[in-house]
């Protein structure tokens, strides 16, 4: 289990907490010199033997910019280049959120002052979410959780709202990733190293789809995820906090439609994403293996890597 | 414990999808019950506490093992199918029962040919039975005795035609009536209810839901309340004197 998972693919500059395990704090001693530049980062590299051998007979990297440049640099920084490279924006659209009641929010006393940016306005006592900030947020959030997903992260969806637990546990379990919808201990992102055992790897995303928890709290994993620098994705009530999640998403949190919404919506672009770096992947690998000079070569060289 | 974290890794992702709750077996357990649950089963003996933690091989507290009995007391409560039988038999017996749905009786008819249905009433102390006949003028007849005399009083005469009112069959139907027990008004209310039953069977499944939101088909809960000790009545209490 060689090589550096990154999360912090679209942090550019913000480096992990503690190194974890021996294996991990050798590569992360190297790139103390680098802080100043900006990482790119080495996450998703693939363990196989031909892989293994690469990687040992590689030198020590001085510096980002003096490196040759490397196939798998190019599936990797690809995706960055654009703004949205998974067409994200195509999953949703405002009349699907109107129709699953994703606007309708908690009453004016319930509100959370730090909400009020989000908020359209105040019918009858209660609270409207403005859908195009929410749209915004949305998209923001699902290309992230997109490039996550790309680079092999690993993504624990969170939420502690019991009519929901079910949903999202088969949700997580349908797109290959993980929740967490039981009670939460104190030290499990904190003192995983003792809870677990040593070389743990941690969730790379925490997605909640309900930021609080029974008794009408702020999750506490949220603040354990500020405190380990992983990134957080979270659907915010009007009754929450919005502040220490990474990317927010105004929205209803307690209609069965705008939940099943949310879920369906986050399981389609982890799919798409897993199965674009497949493609890539695959893509890569025929373009290494063909030789440069005319088709029926090529064909032959084809047949041969789909024998492999 | 270490070895189980060793064997939950792949290829440096856990395993299992409940692995970062910590207690994964447990949780998946509770999870595919939960399946079966949306999925209509039910279950009875259930296994001890030891007998659980040598299958899951995994200690469990106090707490959890009564939350898993409690999800499987919950699930006893549902009706049952067989396919879920063979997973349910690890953890307890199957027991069956019979979901009970409220279905519309079809329409009877008598030596004429002429149409009736039948519908059975309460309100308060009052039972009433009616029995509606197509093709009518829209007499209605209490006891053998006709309506106009039974119930002297316009709004218990309301009552009992609430039903065609709200159909728009109001002199489409005879009625006959038998009522016994209550006063005047809770006899018209059970009549009432007795007519709106009977006419289910005339009329289409939207129109009997719209008797439903209406109000019609609901047994009107209300009884007399009972007299405390230290009051005079189930509300009043005794004069209250400053000294």
């Not at chain 1, 990482?39 to 980002?64: D, M, N, T, Y």
């Not at chain 1, 195009?132 to 680079?151: G, P, S, V």
């Not at chain 1, 373009?287 to 084809?302: H, K, M, S, V, Y």
């Amino acid at each position: 289990m060689r090589g550096r998972r990154g999360r912090a693919a679209a942090l550019p500059g913000s480096s992990r907490g503690r190194g974890g395990s021996g294996r991990f704090r050798s590569s992360s001693s190297s790139s103390g010199t680098e802080m100043a530049v900006p990482r790119i980062l080495r996450a998703g590299e693939r363990v196989g033997p031909c892989r293994a051998a690469r990687s040992r007979a590689r030198p020590a990297r001085p510096a980002a910019l003096q490196r040759p440049p490397h196939p798998e640099d190019k599936l990797l920084t690809e995706p960055l280049r654009h703004p949205d490279f998974f067409n994200v924006k195509e999953l949703f659209s405002l009349k699907d959120l109107f129709d699953a009641r994703v606007h309708l929010g908690h009453k004016k006393g319930c509100r959370h002052q730090f909400m009020e940016p989000y908020i359209f306005g105040c019918r009858l006592d209660q609270d409207i979410i403005d859908l195009d900030q929410t749209m915004q947020h949305l998209q923001l959030a699902l290309n992230f959780t997109a490039h996550i997903a790309y680079r092999k992260g690993i993504i624990l969806f969170v939420s502690r709202n019991r009519q929901f637990c079910h949903l999202v546990e088969t949700t997580a379990r349908e797109c290959g990733e993980y929740a967490h919808t039981r009670y939460w201990q104190g030290g499990l992102l904190t003192n995983a190293h003792i809870q677990f055992g040593p070389g743990i790897r941690l969730p790379d995303l925490l997605i909640f789809l309900s930021s609080l928890n029974n008794v009408f709290e702020p999750h506490v994993a949220i603040r354990d995820a500020a405190k380990m620098n992983i990134p957080t994705v979270g659907v915010v009530d009007t009754n929450c906090n919005p502040c220490l999640i990474t990317y927010p998403i105004p929205g209803n949190d307690d209609s069965p439609t705008a939940m099943e919404l949310y879920c369906k919506l986050f399981k389609m672009t982890i799919i798409r994403a897993k199965n674009k770096r497949k493609q890539t992947e695959v893509f890569q690998d025929l373009q290494r293996l063909a030789p440069p000079w005319g088709p029926p070569a090529q064909q032959g060289a084809l047949e041969g890597a789909n024998a492999q | 414990m270490q070895d189980r974290f060793m064997e939950s890794y792949l290829y440096g992702r856990p395993f299992h999808f409940l692995f970062y709750t910590g207690k994964q077996s447990y949780y998946s357990l509770m999870h595919n019950i939960c399946d079966i649950f949306n999925r209509n089963l039910i279950g009875s003996r259930w296994l001890t506490k030891t007998e659980l933690e040598g299958m899951l091989l995994e200690k469990l507290s106090d707490d959890d093992y009564s939350r898993f009995i409690r999800l499987l007391e919950k699930l006893m409560t549902l009706p049952c199918g067989d396919i879920e039988e063979n997973y349910i038999k690890k953890f307890s017996k199957e027991i069956a029962v019979q979901l009970q749905k409220v279905s519309i009786e079809p329409l009877k008819y008598d030596e004429q040919g002429v149409a009736f249905s039948t519908g059975e009433g309460v309100r308060k102390t009052s039972r009433a039975t009616a029995v509606v006949y197509d093709n009518g003028t829209g007499k209605i007849t209490v006891n053998g005795i006709d309506m106009l005399r039974y119930f002297p009083v316009l709004q218990d005469r309301e009552q009992l035609l609430f039903p065609f009112q709200f159909l728009g069959r109001v002199g489409k139907h005879d009625t006959v009536c038998t009522v016994s027990g209550g006063g005047r008004s809770s006899q018209a209310g059970a009549i009432r209810l007795a007519t709106a039953k009977a006419l289910r069977s005339f009329v289409t499944e939207k129109e009997v839901e719209f008797m439903r939101q209406a109000g019609l088909l609901t047994v009107d809960p209300r009884v007399k309340e009972r007299k405390k000790p230290g009051q005079e009545g189930a509300r009043r209490k005794f004069t209250w004197k400053k000294r």
